[in-house]
């Protein structure tokens, strides 16, 4: 079974921009989640997504949103791009909704200029 | 929310080495895992482990829920366990451990 993967695995764009970063569950799993890891901050939950409803949201601003596919792939987007944003965004997905084991992907590292 | 803490920050050993990982909790959590962090970025399920104890070759894991805390156990330590580790549990989101960093030298 293909485990969990993201695209792309690496971006460079320019403050001001916006960015779309995309996350495809393994087979089966219907809860994504994404979280954003910086050397200051460590490792930070933006939200969760279960058939395509956002169930939980981290504390971040409404710069970044996201959302899910009925195929339960999931993109998140952030606009405004700041340098601040520079980071490493990681994708997991579970079975179930808020609950059971987690799965990452390989992530998406952003570098903002 | 929940807190966190990882112990201890950082860890030097020899390789052949054992060590223990310690993750405590400020409250009762759902689901906690053990990562391994590739230096790619990449998070590695080590274990699943909401109570109990499990083993996976050199290491193993064991939750206490009752006292909210987790330990990972790595026995003969290799240079390919260096990296960082992280625990994460579930309240009603998931939250990381800020992690321990192991090197292991050859």
């Known amino acids: 079974k293909a485990g969990v993967t993201q695209t792309p695995r690496y971006l460079i764009k320019t403050r001001g921009q916006q960015v779309t970063l995309s996350c495809s569950p393994i087979?089966?799993?219907?809860?994504v989640s994404w979280y954003q890891q910086t050397p200051g901050q460590g490792l930070q939950f933006l939200f969760e997504?279960?058939?395509?409803?956002?169930?939980n949201k981290g504390n971040f601003p409404g710069r970044f949103s996201g959302r899910q596919f009925s195929n339960s792939r999931s993109e998140m987007n952030v606009s405004t791009l700041e340098l601040g944003d520079s980071a490493l965004y990681l994708c997991?997905?579970?079975?179930?909704?808020?609950?059971?084991?987690?799965?990452f992907g390989p992530g998406t590292r952003l570098t903002v200029t | 929310g929940i807190q966190v803490e990882q112990s201890p920050p950082d860890l030097i050993l020899q390789e052949g080495a054992n060590s223990t990982l310690r993750c405590n909790f400020s409250?009762?959590?759902?689901?906690l895992q053990w990562f391994h962090q590739n230096p790619w970025g990449q998070l590695i399920n080590l274990f699943y482990?909401?109570?109990g104890t499990k083993q996976n070759g050199r290491l193993s894991a064991t939750t206490v829920a009752t006292e909210r805390y987790s330990l990972l156990y790595i026995s003969s330590s290799q240079t390919t366990d260096s990296g960082v580790y992280f625990c994460?549990?579930?309240?009603?989101?998931?939250?990381f451990g800020k992690g321990t960093r192991l090197h292991i030298l050859p």
């Open positions: 997991a997905s579970s079975l179930w909704e808020s609950g059971g084991e987690q799965y």
């Open positions: 482990i909401p109570s």
């Open positions: 087979s089966g799993h219907r809860s």
């Open positions: 994460a549990g579930r309240d009603d989101k998931i939250i």
């Open positions: 997504y279960f058939s395509e409803t956002q169930r």
């Open positions: 409250d009762s959590v759902n689901n």
